[in-house]
């Protein structure tokens, strides 16, 4: 009897966990197409721009007038853009400096950057450097085997 009970309660153990683990198996693929898609478009969508593109491109402020160009993108440690950094006042790269403005600020319309801020807003923002000399970022690439950078 013992025998029957046994197979009785591993049977019913059984049938109730099966809904389960098919709930879960039906949730995985969705949820991995869903990402999938998102990713393989093949194209460029409207609402991106190419860093390649944007680097070097002048930017304009919203009555037309350039008011300086984009020096660099500052990526953050999830790869997304932080901050774009536009050389505000220089002529031929003498007497100007570089300013970091956050990447939902600039506008991109038809190949057109734009941002709601006059040259003269930007020359008074402070400077962003580049490269900190203390901590040797922005100086290398980061080692590949791990380490300390710029050594």
Same mark, same amino acid.
Request: net charge positive; hydrophobic share 40%; aromatic share 4%.
């Given at each position: ?14 049938? #109730?966990? #099966? ?8 949730? /995985? ?6 990402? #999938? ?10 609402? =991106? *721009?190419?860093?390649? =593109? ?22 953050? !440690? ?27 600020? *600039?506008?991109?319309?038809?190949? !057109?950057? #734009? ?5 003269? =807003? ?12 203390? /901590?040797?970022?922005? /100086? ?12």
């Amino acid at each position: 009897m013992s025998r029957v009970s046994t197979t009785v309660a591993f049977a019913a153990i059984l049938a #109730t966990a #099966t809904p389960a683990a098919y709930a879960q198996t039906r949730a /995985t693929p969705d949820a991995r197409t869903e990402a #999938t898609s998102a990713l393989s478009k093949g194209v460029i969508q409207p609402d =991106q *721009i190419r860093a390649s =593109q944007m680097i070097g491109s002048a930017v304009y402020d919203v009555h037309n007038r350039k008011i300086g160009s984009v020096k660099d993108l500052i990526l953050d !440690r999830d790869g997304k853009v932080a901050e774009v950094v536009v050389d505000v006042g220089s002529f031929l790269g003498v007497s100007g400096k570089y300013v970091a403005i956050d990447m939902s600020d *600039i506008k991109a319309n038809n190949n !057109r950057l #734009t941002l709601d801020r006059t040259k003269e =807003q930007l020359q008074q923002m402070a400077e962003y450097r580049l490269e900190d000399r203390n /901590t040797g970022a922005g /100086t290398s690439t980061s080692p590949v085997t791990g380490g300390p950078l710029g050594r």
